[in-house]
């Protein structure tokens, strides 16, 4: 079954990009662990109908599997149902829904019931701030139904900072701005039914160290794989997500321990509390070996 930590560093591609075929079959930039090709804000109106034959064309072409993940992140419910039609399709892993609401999950969701796609539904509407109807969505999700089927949530950082009327400034991280505390909420509301969460963008290519600061926070809320913009973000993004061994020697420990609380490395390690986290760093280092 495939696990969200597999996402990695999530690159944005538009679906008008001349290379779609080559970075779909790993040719190009072959350390690529997921790859999400945009038909949606990435694309002008003007310019979509040229790179909807572009990913068809790419369908038709691509290689039967990849070491790179495949996702499509569709413009609305119509082109997903006319996506998942086309040949050449099932070779996708699966799809990302952008704007997922209450209003709008069946229309959404329903298209997959019978497929083998995975989906991410991207959190970044109005319905973001108000933790009441995060809460509805969450128990929809999970009493249709849709949760298996739900590879994880995508928080969308620049459409819920554009409601506000704000831009990231390049001077800090997400979390210094009124997102952190709606990041905060999501984790709180989600992660303990079940559902991942991977971190929003950040858009300034050329401030590393505040990308670096950002995944540390990412991390911190138990955030998994972070989208890139840009190829230069790949390598600083993997890093980031990289577990230590120091945090695989601890998870070792807590699940083999026979004491219930000992220290380790300056730390205290709780067998009862830091079981679930100890059994996600050593399935995170099984899969990444």
């Known amino acids: 079954m495939l696990n969200a930590y597999r996402l990695g560093a999530s690159l944005y591609v538009p ?16 350390e690529l662990r997921s790859v999400i090709f945009c038909t949606e804000d990435a694309v002008a109106a003007q310019a979509l109908g040229a790179g909807l034959d572009n990913l068809r064309a790419c369908l038709e072409q691509m290689s039967q599997t990849s070491t790179t993940l495949r996702f ?44 083998q796609f995975h989906c991410m539904p991207t959190l970044e ?12 969505l969450r128990n929809y999700l999970l009493e249709a139904g849709h949760q298996e089927r739900i590879l994880a949530l995508r928080i969308g950082g620049n459409d819920l900072l554009s409601l506000l009327g704000i831009r990231r400034p390049r001077d800090r991280t997400v979390y210094r701005t009124p997102l952190g505390h709606t990041i905060a909420n999501l984790v709180t509301i989600f992660k303990p039914f079940g559902f991942q969460l991977t971190a929003p963008v950040f858009e300034h290519i050329d401030c590393p160290e505040i990308l670096r600061e950002e995944l540390s926070d990412d991390l911190a809320h138990g955030l998994c794989g972070k989208t890139a913009i840009h190829p230069d ?10 577990i230590s061994e120091v945090e695989v020697e601890a998870a070792q420990r807590i699940l083999t321990e026979e004491q219930a609380v000992f220290k380790l490395n300056g730390s205290m390690c709780e067998v009862a509390t830091h079981r679930t986290w100890a059994q996600s760093i050593l399935e995170r280092t099984a899969m990444e070996s």
């Open 15 to 30: 679906v008008t990009h001349k290379d779609v075929l080559p970075i779909a079959n790993g040719t190009k930039w072959p």
């Open 72 to 115: 499509v992140r569709v413009r609305n419910p119509e082109i997903l149902s006319w996506l998942i039609t086309l040949p050449g399709a099932e070779k996708l892993d699966g799809f990302v829904l952008p704007k997922l609401d209450i209003n709008n999950a069946d229309a959404y969701l329903g298209p997959l019931r019978h497929t």
């Open 125 to 136: 509407t109005r319905d973001v701030f108000e933790p009441a109807k995060m809460i509805a």
């Open 233 to 242: 973000q790949l390598a600083i993004i993997e890093s980031g997500l990289q």
